[in-house]
């Protein structure tokens, strides 16, 4: 079956711009989370949605940074006026449900460069 | 500071040899540790996971050591392939108290296994 799946695979951008990521989950996973993987930061969590419930937003750097997920399925991570610091790859995952200990599935990742 | 220190930064192992990673951690509330590894241009995919109710957990040639006392963890790649050449990254999560199955990941290894 299909796995995650991210889009665009590659975006560059000029400073100040908003940018839009992409991720289409598992079909059926209800968990979703966004991860960060940079040279400097390593892999490091974002947010996390699980269900209808209150995302988690814990691990957004900054104001600039949401998410949404839409119908349960599809998410978006948006980024305003971005930052050379945003340049990084952004990873998506899900599982069958985030309240317990389910396999992360990851998507091959955005690669973004903030020019 | 929820933190996962990781070492080796990289390892270079002969093919048939033995690869050894290790990770230490300070929060007590983890009780989930998955390793991952990573090839380039791909999302990160779960290798083999452990609770810490156990102190070793073995699958094929990949084994984690649990060392509870300790809060350290340690991948072990037994006979070692060129196609195991890879970053490896590991991680911890708690989900006590109602927490989010988040991924909080070690600084990543890669390791070289040269033919």
């Known amino acids: 079956g299909a796995g995650v799946s991210q889009s665009p695979s590659n975006k560059v951008t000029e400073k100040g711009k908003d940018v839009e990521l992409r991720c289409d989950p598992i079909s059926g996973h209800t968990a979703l989370y966004w991860y960060r993987q940079s040279l400097g930061q390593g892999l490091e969590f974002l947010i996390y949605?699980?269900?209808?419930?209150?995302?988690?937003k814990s691990g957004l750097p900054s104001d600039r940074f949401s998410a949404e997920r839409t119908g349960g399925s599809v998410s978006t991570l948006t980024i305003q006026r971005t930052q050379q610091e945003d340049s990084a790859v952004y990873l998506c995952?899900?599982?069958?449900?985030?309240?317990?200990?389910?396999?992360?599935?990851f998507g091959p990742g955005t690669r973004l460069t903030v020019l | 500071q929820q933190q996962v220190k990781q070492s080796p930064q990289s390892l270079i192992v002969q093919k048939g040899g033995i690869s050894i990673i290790n990770c230490a951690y300070e929060?007590?509330?983890?009780?989930?540790f998955p390793w991952y590894q990573q090839f380039p241009g791909k999302g990160p995919a779960l290798l083999i996971a452990?609770?810490?109710?156990?102190s070793e957990k073995k699958e094929g040639r990949f084994t984690i050591s649990f060392n509870k006392s300790a809060k350290q963890f340690s991948l072990h790649i037994m006979d070692s392939q060129p196609g195991d050449s890879a970053t490896y990254f590991c991680?911890?999560?708690?989900?006590?108290?109602?927490?989010?199955?988040?991924?909080?990941f070690g600084t990543g290894t890669l390791l070289a296994v040269q033919p």
């Open positions: 949605f699980q269900g209808n419930s209150a995302p988690d």
């Open positions: 995952a899900s599982s069958r449900e985030g309240n317990s200990y389910n396999e992360q599935f």
């Open positions: 991680a911890a999560s708690g989900m006590r108290g109602g927490a989010t199955n988040k991924l909080i």
């Open positions: 929060n007590t509330a983890f009780d989930y």
């Open positions: 452990i609770r810490p109710d156990v």
